[in-house]
């Protein structure tokens, strides 16, 4: 149940995710704001669509890789049963086409793995005010928003970098990203390198630092395009 049951107006925040350092992760980081609470948790799909109509949060963070149901056929079945909910998915997929699918699905926005504080509470708020989140850009336009891994040099973190990066987010050892992605220990110590590279950093701290805040600054930018302008 919410852990923060005191909070006044808060927003109620669910998560379906079968990871659970990332459950934890979105509840810790709930906890330290004062415009939401955390209402529960879900570790797949099928318990998802029982549980959060009893539940009744305002907002669900959903992951798109569940172990039954994949996150955009949870999210369509809950468009139906709770029309009003909303919902923001959350994936270590960063392309245009699996955001574009989240979005027709009925998702409000995208929260590309790996999350920081700061990243999380701009998407949540964003999607709480109405508008989308981290939208891929629409044929026709003439330029195209950064994207949320891409260090200011252009250059773009690979699938298996964004997951190692995700780990040393985490706090996780060498070794242990190494167990978790099934991958020998010297192969997470070259991505972790070429990832300093990429950020121009020199360690784990500078480099979440520097994620965090280019993705902060990204979706700050992307909140003033996408509220209603005053006037």
């Known amino acids: 149940m919410a852990a923060?049951?005191?909070?006044?107006?808060?927003?109620r925040v669910a998560v379906v995710?079968?990871?659970?350092?990332?459950r934890q992760l979105v509840k810790d980081i709930l906890q330290g704001a004062d415009e939401f609470s955390y209402a529960g948790s879900f570790?797949?799909?099928?318990?998802?669509?029982?549980?959060?109509?009893?539940?009744?949060?305002?907002?669900?963070?959903?992951?798109?890789?569940?172990?039954?149901?994949?996150?955009?056929?949870?999210i369509r079945k809950l468009k139906h049963t709770?029309?009003?909910?909303k919902?923001?998915?959350?994936?270590?997929?960063?392309?245009?086409?699996?955001?574009?699918?989240?979005?027709?699905?009925?998702?409000?926005?995208?929260l590309a793995k790996p999350i920081t504080t700061a990243y999380c509470l701009v998407n949540l708020r964003?999607?709480?005010?109405?508008?989308?989140?981290?939208?891929?850009?629409?044929p026709g336009s003439e330029s195209e928003s950064p994207a949320a891994d891409a260090p200011e040099n252009g250059a773009r973190l690979t699938k298996r970098e964004t997951?190692?990066?995700?780990?040393?987010?985490?706090?996780?050892?060498?070794?242990?990203?190494?167990?978790?992605?099934?991958?020998?220990?010297?192969?997470?110590?070259?991505?972790?390198?070429?990832?300093?590279?990429?950020?121009?950093?020199?360690?784990?701290t500078e480099a979440i630092r520097a994620l965090e805040a280019r993705r902060a600054n990204w979706n700050q930018r992307l909140l003033a395009l996408t509220l209603p302008k005053r006037g």
């Open 126 to 138: 964003v999607a709480v005010c109405g508008a989308t989140g981290l939208q891929p850009r629409s």
């Open 87 to 110: 919902i923001v998915m959350l994936s270590g997929l960063h392309d245009a086409a699996s955001i574009s699918a989240s979005l027709q699905a009925g998702a409000v926005g995208y």
């Open 43 to 74: 570790s797949n799909g099928i318990e998802a669509l029982n549980g959060l109509p009893q539940m009744g949060p305002d907002l669900v963070l959903m992951n798109m890789r569940l172990p039954d149901l994949n996150g955009i056929e949870c």
């Open 17 to 22: 995710d079968d990871d659970e350092n990332m």
């Open 82 to 85: 709770m029309p009003g909910l």
């Open 163 to 204: 997951e190692v990066i995700e780990g040393l987010a985490e706090g996780l050892l060498y070794k242990e990203i190494a167990d978790k992605l099934g991958i020998s220990f010297s192969a997470v110590h070259q991505h972790a390198h070429r990832i300093y590279q990429k950020f121009d950093v020199t360690n784990r």
């Open 4 to 11: 923060k049951g005191t909070v006044i107006n808060s927003f």
